[in-house]
T-cell receptor
């Protein structure tokens, strides 16, 4: 599974959009981009995933570049409860192994 | 969403004790996983199972063992706990999403402190 690179930490003002970037330059054709978050050392929570098209659900939007080498997770209106560590993972599903990196610690401030 | 249950949530135990961390899921998922996570650090896969009577070691060496006698139950055992086993242990099961892709759903974790 390909590795990902994320900024260590980011701040965002409450009510504003949080844009979390992720680089995955070695992603292969059958690998999806997944995003999880972990709030205060609880179990990680699935947010969204995509292959090459942009995706949106009730939690977030995922923008994947045309070359698939990077992506951005967008929380459109961040709240204090969105403060968490956000993990970007590329995963083909074949091995079933999620490889978690350090993630991005998002701090939403009032 | 998958319902993944872990007990206990918190455990403080003395060195040398045998402990079993319980994990169960009610969705009939075949694939289950155990991860270990030290505070502020990455998750590391320590064990996984693709179904009943199937268990494999993960990417991180661990002195724990697992068993999978029933689909819904995937307990992790430490025969003789040591302070180096102090960590958070997270259980997950693999589910199929709408559209066919798969992902993992995690339990709340067990925080273990070995004195």
């Amino acid at each position: 599974d390909a590795k990902t690179t994320q900024p260590t930490s980011m701040d965002c003002a409450e009510g504003r959009a949080a844009n979390l970037p992720c680089n995955h330059s070695t992603i292969s054709g059958n690998e999806y981009v997944y995003w999880y978050r972990q709030i205060h050392s609880q179990g990680p929570q699935y947010i969204i995933h995509g292959l090459k098209n942009n995706e949106t659900n009730e939690m977030a939007s995922l923008i994947i570049t045309e070359d698939r080498k990077s992506s951005t997770l967008i929380l459109p209106h961040a709240t204090l409860r969105d403060t968490a560590v956000y993990y970007c993972i590329v995963f083909s599903g074949n091995t079933g192994k999620l490889i978690f990196g350090q993630g991005t610690t998002l701090q939403v401030k009032p | 969403e998958a319902d993944i249950y872990q007990t206990p949530r918190y455990l403080v135990i003395g060195t040398g004790k045998k402990i079993t961390l319980e994990c169960s899921q009610t969705m009939g998922h075949d694939k289950m996983y155990w991860y270990q996570q030290d505070p502020g650090m990455e998750l590391h896969l320590i064990h996984y199972s693709y179904g009943v009577n199937s268990t494999e070691k993960g990417d991180l060496s661990s002195e724990s063992t697992v068993s999978r006698i029933r689909t819904e139950h995937f307990p992790l055992t430490l025969e003789s706990a040591r302070p180096s086993h102090t960590s958070q242990y997270l259980c997950a099961s693999r589910a199929r999403l709408a559209g066919g892709q798969e992902t993992q759903y995690f339990g709340p974790g067990t925080r273990l402190l070995v004195l």
